[in-house]
T-cell receptor, first 113, second 111 residues
Framework: ETGVTQSPTHLIKTRGQQVTLRCSSQ?????VSWYQQALGQGPQFIFQ???????GRGNFPPRFSGLQFPNYSSELNVNALELDDSALYLC????????????FGQGTRLTVV | GQQVMQIPQYQHVQEGEDFTTYCNSS?????IQWYKQRPGGHPVFLIQ???SGEVKKQKRLTFQFGEAKKNSSLHITATQTTDVGTYFC???????????WGAGTKLIIKP
């Protein structure tokens, strides 16, 4: 176990709805990254939070937003869900810096119908 | 932006045969990490390579980082059924420590 927990594990939403995914980072880690992994593909970087501030963003539209809290847990919010948003959403925590390995949670499987 | 190309997409092997996956970048990488993702699971960190020409071994797994730090490989000797999964390389960007992922190579053991 990595110590990174995500909730919920599975979720079904209707197109146009909004969703919030949650991640508790490993103790001692101040950096959280979110990834979207479509079936059969590699993880795609959404954004990263470091000490409660966004520290970089991938090629995702503004309807993907996030937060990091003082305890370094994090949320990923997606508005106006589209069918293509169906994917495994992974949260990874790390201690930050150049040589930090990422510890992944088990992911949230989001299905948009 | 920075990209990491990984090949092949799939590799079918008989149990006991070897497996290799390659990652290439057009730009110099500060370091590269390797992850394994079992079917239905999440990526699990295997190793990180930092130095030019570095070679590291974990039992039957051998990881290499090219001299120019633009390519890397993972070689598995004598594959076993427990090796099944998708192997990803991921490189840290120079700017803000974000991981750029390869597309992964899926190791499939032929029945």
């Amino acid at each position: 176990e990595t110590g990174v927990t995500q909730s919920p594990t599975h979720l079904i939403k209707t197109r146009g709805q909004q969703v919030t995914l949650r991640c508790s980072s490993q103790s001692g880690h101040n950096t959280v990254s979110w990834y979207q992994q479509a079936l059969g593909q590699g993880p795609q970087f959404i954004f990263q939070y470091y000490r409660e501030e966004e520290n970089g963003r991938g090629n995702f539209p503004p309807r993907f937003s996030g937060l990091q809290f003082p305890n370094y847990s994090s949320e990923l919010n997606v508005n106006a869900l589209e069918l293509d948003d169906s994917a495994l959403y992974l949260c990874a925590s790390s201690s930050g810096g150049e040589r930090a390995e990422a510890f992944f949670g088990q992911g949230t499987r989001l299905t948009v119908v | 932006g920075q990209q990491v190309m990984q090949i092949p997409q799939y590799q079918h092997v008989q149990e006991g045969e070897d497996f290799t996956t390659y990652c290439n970048s057009s730009t110099t990488l500060s370091n590269i990490q390797w992850y394994k993702q079992r079917p239905g699971g999440h990526p699990v960190f295997l190793i990180q390579l930092v130095k030019s020409g570095e070679v590291k071994k974990q039992k039957r797994l051998t990881f290499q980082f090219g001299e120019a730090k633009k390519n890397s490989s993972l070689h598995i000797t004598a594959t076993q059924t427990t090796d099944v999964g998708t192997y990803f390389c991921a490189a840290l960007t120079d700017s803000n420590y974000q991981l750029i992922w390869g597309a992964g190579t899926k190791l499939i053991i032929k029945p």
